[in-house]
């Protein structure tokens, strides 16, 4: 009976070392693959449970997005000025077996392997520019990116490179001095240009509003002339009408009017005789 027990125990433990020989899992977000004897078998396994000889061994590789970061290395522009980079590049899985085969599916060494060509792209695309337009250039990461030899290197090892950010370029104290100076003296300009504008739209203005004033002057100097010989012309009507009924009053209007024209001014003389017309009302006055 304790025979019968060991070995049924001993059939469970087997059983149990075959099936963990036998099945294997594999998570969403890896990849695996199988060898046996150091030789790729099969194809690439998804996630989920699956079978295997117990001969073979599991590779798992990590399908998710990998960044790795670099910070302070030191690049020349084409006018021989040291930049400090802080950049960072980003890769995912695109073929296992590749990957496998390139350096045995571990991450670190296919960092290794894709950082030299990195730095090669980035060193061709900062000594192609000036330091002022490599600090400036939001196209840079692109340019660098997407260069040829990069996309090649990527593909051999079974990555898919996605990106390479320049996070932070900067620049010496003596060259970064004079980048502020250069950009004070722009805002300078700027401002200077945008003083003269707006002097130029201010005499503009000024002189608009000077026409205007002429005109709304001329305009009101007519409307008064029109105004003021409409009066004048209503007034001799009155005046011719006032005179057709009573010609002795008219006589004696214009006799007032000669009287005052005469003697307008201080010391003014006038010598005339009692027959004249200037008398004429006077003696009329005098014998009432």
């Known amino acids: 009976m304790r025979a019968s027990r060991w070995v049924l125990a001993s059939g469970v433990i087997l059983a149990a070392l075959l099936l963990s020989r036998t099945v294997f899992f594999v998570d969403e977000a890896e990849a695996a693959l199988l060898t046996r004897m150091g030789t790729v078998q099969g194809g690439i396994y998804d996630a989920g449970a699956h079978l295997k000889s117990p001969l073979d061994e599991v590779h798992r590789i990590d399908r998710r997005l ?3 970061s670099y910070l302070g290395e030191s690049f020349l ?4 000025k040291p930049l400090r980079v802080d950049y960072s590049i980003r890769w995912r899985l695109a073929d296992a077996s590749r990957l496998y085969a390139a350096d045995g599916g571990d991450e670190d060494a296919t960092a290794a392997r894709l950082i030299e060509p990195v730095r090669e792209a980035i060193k061709a695309a900062l000594g192609a520019g000036t330091l002022a337009a490599d600090a400036a250039d939001p196209k840079l990461t692109d340019a660098i990116a997407g260069t040829a030899p990069l996309k090649a290197v990527a593909a051999q090892l079974g990555v898919e490179l996605l990106d390479v ?3 932070r370029i900067d620049l010496p104290e003596d060259d970064l001095n004079a980048v502020y100076q250069r950009m004070q003296q722009s805002l300078l300009n700027q ?3 945008l003083h003269t504008q707006g002097s130029g ?3 503009r203005v000024r ?3 000077e026409h205007r004033r002429a005109d709304i002057l001329a305009d009101a100097t007519r409307e008064a002339q029109r105004i003021r010989g409409d009066a004048d012309a209503a007034a001799s009507a009155i005046y011719a009408r006032a005179y057709a009924s009573n010609p002795e009053f008219a006589a004696f209007t214009r006799s007032m009017q000669a009287y005052r024209d005469s003697l307008g001014k201080e010391g003014d003389v006038l010598v ?4 004249g017309e ?3 009302y006077l003696h009329s006055a005098s014998g009432r």
């Open 278 to 280: 200037f008398f004429k």
């Open 207 to 209: 002189s608009e509003a």
């Open 165 to 167: 950010q320049l996070q």
């Open 66 to 68: 990998i960044t790795r």
């Open 272 to 275: 005339i005789t009692p027959e």
């Open 201 to 203: 739209d201010a005499d």
């Open 191 to 193: 401002a200077q240009q």
């Open 77 to 80: 522009t084409r006018d021989q």
